[in-house]
């Protein structure tokens, strides 16, 4: 102690990794190149800290800790590639055996520094009345000069009910109770310097001559996202603890949100980092823990979670739209028979939304198939006995994003888990699982395998079942039409249609057909643990040896039928 009751504690880290590799294909009769490509990467991270602690105590009941510290941390990192072919002999697999001509080589150099000071006064009277307050300052070298820091209070207090004097009645059966609550801020500099500060690529060419381009279009207006929290809480105790409940509610807003704008076309730029909007989530969590038996030799502990979350858009900024929605597109709304916009980001909505194109069926016949609505995605061609029939659901008949309906969210709403641990004696056995509610998954995997997406996909067995149509006349079935034909690049569209802004992007199908509930129950572990104590091991100085064995991510229990129910991004 520098005095009684102060500390002062210092600590350094320093991490670094390096990686180096060489490739070469040595000369054969398809590739007479000899082609030799080489990669060096370095990065490295330092941090120091140093906390200023003191305790004190004033009387029998106050009782005092206040903190001080600040914190460094910079990572760096230095990654070089080069690569060349046309060495005249495999003897030397180096670059610098290419020709001089072929040799190209690159560079990049990072560094990323956040600097942090903080501080915390913590006061307890009797250890019954609880408070807490502290304050940082987080400086990130991602931001432009004038928004590089940001301030972020906390404030807590709690009271334990339990120790009070009226409470001895209530002792023997509720042996904790506990109230809390708790507000603070927490900031977030999730970017990078070129969101702030611009980034030029090379590799471009300007009438005829190397140049560079501006492919990352800077914002040095942009802060630190800054998460609001306030959180209501109790810890209660039965029976000596032998049940313990946690429950808590809380209101996070998150302002100043860290966003990808998407821009106009006309400005060369498909977005910018933006302090876009704000969101909000509430929600409860809870947490039981149960001993149902306990022995001398044999115990069992349950403890069980559940979380409930609902995120929604707060606020936007003003553009003229309803709700001040940014993205989405218009569907039909068959109960007000009227088209309304939906998706993307709205004041008031939960966000995640997807929507998608509702298969109802497949033309048995070319016949069937004659009257078929115009289909914007297959650019009108006509339809044939196996096509896909899509729900015209405004009438009209034409098949656009006007027909897509809304398939659910992709964000769970509730998830939690489940830990079993039984003891006898030295014999522990421990089962874990957790769950996840409330989400739909494209299945994109199937569609594209089953849709032989770009010429190149190793299909499933869906194409030679009994619920793909195969013949004219086939009725009833649950797939379209199997063909070696890209469904996209043959302008089939059976299995993968467009996301028209309401949809999942990129190579899902955006069809009910591969839509499903993403619920699970996940089976995390079994494991066997013994600790062995024998007084061989004592007297060769050993106190104790615990062994053990487990299988771990067994499985699922889903409904979801592709290859794993936790995706919380809209597609498989």
Same mark, same amino acid.
């Given at each position: 102690d520098i005095i009684p009751g102060l500390t002062f504690t210092p600590a350094l880290s320093w991490f670094t990794t390096e990686g180096k590799e060489e490739y070469y294909t040595a000369y054969n009769v398809t590739n007479k190149n000899r082609?030799?490509?080489?990669?060096?990467?370095?990065?490295?991270?330092?941090?120091?800290?140093?906390?200023?602690?003191?305790?004190?105590?004033?009387?029998?009941?106050?009782?005092?800790?206040v903190l001080l510290g600040s914190s460094y941390m910079k990572d760096y990192a230095f990654d070089m590639s080069g690569s060349g072919y046309d060495a005249p002999t495999d003897y030397i697999t180096t670059l610098n055996a290419t020709a001089d001509v072929t040799q190209l080589a @690159?560079?990049?150099?990072?560094?990323?520094?956040?600097?942090?000071?903080?501080?915390?006064?913590?006061?307890d009277y009797a250890k019954k009345y609880l408070f807490s307050a502290s304050v940082r300052k987080d400086g990130s070298s991602r931001f432009a000069k004038d928004h590089k820091w940001g301030v972020f209070p906390g404030v807590s207090a709690g009271w334990n009910m339990h120790m009070e004097n009226f409470w001895a009645p209530l002792k023997p059966v509720i042996s904790q109770f506990k109230l809390r609550a708790s507000w603070g801020q927490a900031g977030n500099n999730l970017l990078t310097i070129d969101d702030s500060q611009g980034e030029y690529s090379t590799g471009y060419n300007y009438l005829g001559e190397v140049g560079i381009l501006n492919t990352t279009l800077a914002n040095n207006a942009l802060v630190w996202e800054t998460t609001t929290s306030l959180d209501f809480g109790a810890d209660i105790g039965l029976w000596d603890n032998r049940i313990s409940l946690l429950l808590d509610y809380y209101n996070k807003l998150t302002s100043n949100r860290l966003f990808s704008k998407p821009l106009d076309a006309a400005t060369g730029f498909s977005s910018i980092k933006s302090n876009y909007g704000s969101i909000r989530n509430t929600g409860v969590e809870v947490e039981l823990g149960v001993t149902p038996v306990k022995t001398r030799d044999f115990s069992w502990n349950f403890s069980f979670t559940f979380a409930y979350n609902k995120g929604v858009v707060n606020k936007l900024p003003a553009n003229g739209e309803a709700k001040n929605r940014t993205g989405g597109n218009y569907v039909y709304n068959p109960k007000d028979k009227a088209y309304e916009k939906v998706g993307g980001f709205a004041e008031g909505e939960r966000f995640g939304q997807r929507w998608a194109f509702d298969m109802i069926g497949v033309y048995p016949t070319d016949a069937s198939a004659q009257d078929a609505p115009y289909d914007v995605d297959a650019a009108g061609r006509q339809k044939i006995g196996g096509d896909a029939i899509w729900k015209d659901l405004d009438g009209n008949d034409t098949i656009d994003n006007r027909d897509m309906v809304f398939m659910g969210y992709i964000h769970p709403d509730i998830q939690g888990g489940m830990v079993n641990t039984v003891t006898y004696k030295n014999l522990s056995l421990r089962v874990v699982m957790d769950y996840a509610t409330g989400f739909v998954i494209d299945n994109g995997f199937r569609a594209r395998t089953d849709g032989s997406a770009r010429n190149n996909m190793q299909t499933l067995t869906d194409v030679i079942g009994n619920d793909i149509w195969k013949k004219q006349g086939d009725e009833g079935k649950k797939y379209p039409r199997y063909t070696v034909q890209s469904d996209v690049d043959y302008n089939w569209h059976?299995?993968?249609?467009?996301?028209?802004?309401?949809?999942?992007?990129?190579?899902?199908?955006?069809?009910?057909?591969?839509?499903? @509930?993403?619920?699970?129950l996940a089976f995390r572990e079994v494991s066997l643990s013994y600790h062995l104590t024998t007084e061989a091991l004592k007297k060769a100085s050993i106190q104790s040896i615990d062994l053990f064995a487990g299988v771990y991510n067994l499985g699922y229990l889903t409904k979801y039928d592709g290859l794993d129910p936790e995706i919380y991004t809209g597609a498989d």
């Open positions: 082609n030799a490509s080489a990669k060096h990467n370095l990065d490295t991270h330092l941090q120091t800290d140093a906390l200023l602690n003191y305790e004190k105590t004033i009387g029998d009941n106050h009782h005092f800790n @690159s560079t990049t150099e990072s560094n990323d520094v956040l600097m942090s000071y903080f501080g915390r006064v913590n006061y059976n299995y993968l249609r467009s996301a028209n802004g309401i949809g999942n992007s990129g190579y899902a199908s955006n069809s009910s057909l591969f839509y499903s @509930s993403g619920n699970f």
